[in-house]
Antibody, heavy 114, light 106 residues
Framework: QVQLQESGPGLVKPSQTLSLTCTVSGGSISSGSYYWSWIRQPAGKGLEWIGR???????NYNPSLKSRVTISVDTSKNQFSLKLSSVTAADTAVYYCARSMVTWGQGTLVTVSS | EIVMTQSPATLSVSPGERATLSCRAS??????LAWYQQKPGQAPRLLIY???TRATGIPARFSGSGSGTEFTLTISSLQSEDFAVYYCQQYNNWWTFGQGTKVEIK
């Protein structure tokens, strides 16, 4: 059974770059016709899709975040990653990684504060 | 961007009763509509995809209907574990989510 686990700094300073990694266990990130996504959720609010990547390297990003987002995949480590640049307090949220729509990580809280 | 609008924001229901949640898309998403359940401190759980297909392991009391711009999630007889927030999501054009409907105990 595939499981996903987010990891990265829980605190990021304003204007810096938020970097998170999602580690896939129980299966290969390269197998099957899946895409790998990042989603975030500010406290007490709804879900916002950030973007996704296919193992081919093809990406799609939320237009509202596109200028600041990079999603990449490292098949050798069975991981995919998120980078969000020039963060502000509005980027404070729980960040989830997901395989297609079915399998989600438990989420990791990232706070943007000086 | 396709905007998803859910109603009501909060639904108060007694255990054993039926709950009906609505979701409207700002433009047609065909049947590319999913429903998720989220409990406090947990990741969302996929309930329904393709507007009406239950995901693996989802009880039959959950059903989805609709196409185009109007969708409904019905929980036929609410169990204690069903009190949660429910989100609709379109995946016809990237992903966008509704703002959620909280199903609370009446």
């Amino acid at each position: 059974q595939v499981q996903l686990q987010e990891s990265g700094p829980g605190l990021v300073k304003p204007s810096q770059t938020l970097s998170l990694t999602c580690t896939v266990s129980g299966g290969s990130i390269s197998s099957g016709s899946y895409y790998w996504s990042w989603i975030r959720q500010p406290a007490g609010k709804g879900l916002e899709w950030i973007g996704r990547i296919y193992t081919s390297g093809s990406t799609n990003y939320n237009p509202s975040l596109k200028s600041r987002v990079t999603i990449s995949v490292d098949t050798s480590k069975n991981q995919f990653s998120l980078k969000l640049s020039s963060v502000t307090a509005a980027d404070t949220a729980v960040y989830y990684c997901a395989r297609s729509m079915v399998t989600w990580g438990q989420g990791t809280l990232v706070t943007v504060s000086s | 961007e396709i905007v998803m609008t859910q109603s009501p924001a909060t639904l108060s229901v007694s255990p054993g009763e039926r709950a009906t949640l609505s979701c409207r898309a700002s433009q047609s998403v065909s049947s590319n509509l999913a429903w998720y359940q989220q409990k406090p401190g947990q990741a969302p759980r996929l309930l329904i995809y393709g507007a009406s297909t239950r995901a693996t392991g989802i009880p039959a009391r959950f059903s989805g209907s609709g196409s185009g711009t109007e969708f409904t999630l019905t929980i036929s007889s609410l169990q204690s574990e069903d009190f949660a927030v429910y989100y609709c999501q379109q995946y016809n054009n990237w992903w966008t989510f509704g703002q959620g409907t909280k199903v609370e105990i009446k």
